[in-house]
């Protein structure tokens, strides 16, 4: 029988989280199923065998109180019964929750189920969450219990086990990359910068906006294409009206991601000057999208920043920057529209090819389950 596998998410699927579906959908060994909170973008990422939970997570939602209530009176809320029930059903002989936060919801309900846990986390769910108050008792409990832990780099591994993970628990993962899936490069003429990314500190769209404008002061033609969305958006309206660039620049808003990898094939350059943020949060590990970007060809313009450095190497069509240095992230700009060198696949194939990378953490899985079998008949 084919040993199955439940992915735990809280929105399945984020346009921000493709590495979960190369996962979800590249098993070669196990079977897939997923559980999450809520279903998004499902004509994006379609998959049958998904499980959906709802969670009240506001006290100011009757939905809320109600599962208080039903969970005082039967020591189970109506979350945890569907969770138990879904799982009852799928029996799965792992689970593996991506980000912190699912893990610290999901340890109570594997140690019942008698299932190992696979955390992997991504960035502010190891750079700031476990050190705040409200998260600190759970996640002690999550590295304390939790069977294994991945991180995409070895400066994420680094945060994870700071953060309390154990060492010898914790290890790296590679995200995976569905290498058949992506064009390549054929710069359309239009000589495009493209920033596409969540609106929030750590991706440094403002620093991107203010290099570009240095850029342009030397290329005239150049555009940028903004992608993406977020909490971020007027202060980052405001900088371009600050360096008169609006006839220049375009906010195109979140957009599917076929879309993005579209305008990533047809961009001059990909520009992505992630940063640390005043409060500690940090890519952890490196975006997804300069994985895309190298397995496109499309020249990057980054940061030496967390583990980006480690999965973008630079050479011939990528310029790495240190973080805020504005100046140095125009001037790369202005080099990779000049040159027109593509960036090198090499490095996605060598170590993101889905195909390799998927069965590596199927390994993992069968190492936990073992471990944990072991463990339960020591105890027998």
Known sequence: MTPR???????????SETFVYTIVTGHQRYEASVLCHARANADEFPFPRVHVQPKPVSR?????????????????????????AALSRVDPVVVHAHFGPIGCEMIPVTRAAGLPLVTS?????????PYLPQWRARYARLFREGD??????????KKVIAAGAPADRTCVHPIALNLSKYPRWSPD??????????FV???GLLDAIAAFGLARAQMPRARLTIVGGGGGEDDARARVSELGLADAVEFVGMQPHADVIR??????????PS????????????????LEAQAIGTPIVTTRHADIPHVVPEGPGVYLCAEHDVDALGRSLVAAMESGIPSSAAHVIAHHDAANVVPRLEDLYTRVVEGAAMAQGARR
């Open 201 to 203: 500190e750590k991706k």
């Open 121 to 129: 986390l991504y960035g502010v769910d190891a750079a700031v969450l």
């Open 5 to 15: 596998v439940v992915h735990a998410v809280d929105q399945f699927l984020a346009r």
């Open 148 to 157: 294994l832990f991945l991180a995409e780099g070895p400066e994420m591994r």
């Open 189 to 198: 003429g239009s000589a495009t910068v493209l920033f596409a990314g969540r």
């Open 60 to 84: 100011r939602t009757p939905a809320w109180w109600m599962a208080a209530l039903a969970e005082r009176a039967t020591g189970r809320s109506p979350w945890r019964r569907g969770v138990d």
């Open 263 to 272: 305008r990533l094939s047809a961009a001059a350059v990909f520009i992505h």
């Open 275 to 290: 940063v640390t943020a005043g409060d500690g949060d940090s890519e952890g590990g490196a975006p997804t999208i300069l």
